[in-house]
């Protein structure tokens, strides 16, 4: 099994985004049994709150509900649990690798960084832009996936 924590500031926008995303494509691909998918985020500002409404309605808008995520915030156990820990922006990779104590296993990368454009996905947060995240979301989840399974083969 792969188990894969998407991690952002807030874990009510981009990495729930992330977590339902990619587990609606792993799905498809009927590889449910294959993955334990997740998301978290580094701060504690949002804990217990549900997903914010413009991300609920981009994920409701491609058949996705994300009904019952509550934002929870990252634990020391998680480096442990999960073989990949993904963060959405450079802040979060710094704050994880801080609340981690580093990286010494090499699981913490960026979403971005599986695919042709690496960076970090549009924070909505900030731009207000809902649609461009999900597009950052949707190809480094692909992205994502693309390179697990020429792993697993």
Known sequence: MIRILFVCHGNIC???????????LVRREGAE?????????????????PVYPPARRVLAAHGISCAGKTARQITRADYDRYDLLIGM?????????????????????????YTDRP?????PWYTGDFEETWRDV???CRGLLTRLQGVRK
């Open 138 to 140: 949707t190809e480094g």
């Open 89 to 113: 922006d450079a802040l979060n990779l710094r704050n994880m690798r801080r609340f981690f104590g580093g990286d010494p296993q090499g699981k913490i990368s960026l979403l971005l960084d």
């Open 119 to 123: 960076g970090d996905v549009a924070d």
């Open 33 to 49: 049994q294959q993955f334990e998918i997740a998301s978290a985020a580094t701060s504690t500002e949002e804990l217990g709150n």
């Open 14 to 24: 981009r990495s729930p985004m992330a977590e339902f995303y990619m587990k609606e």
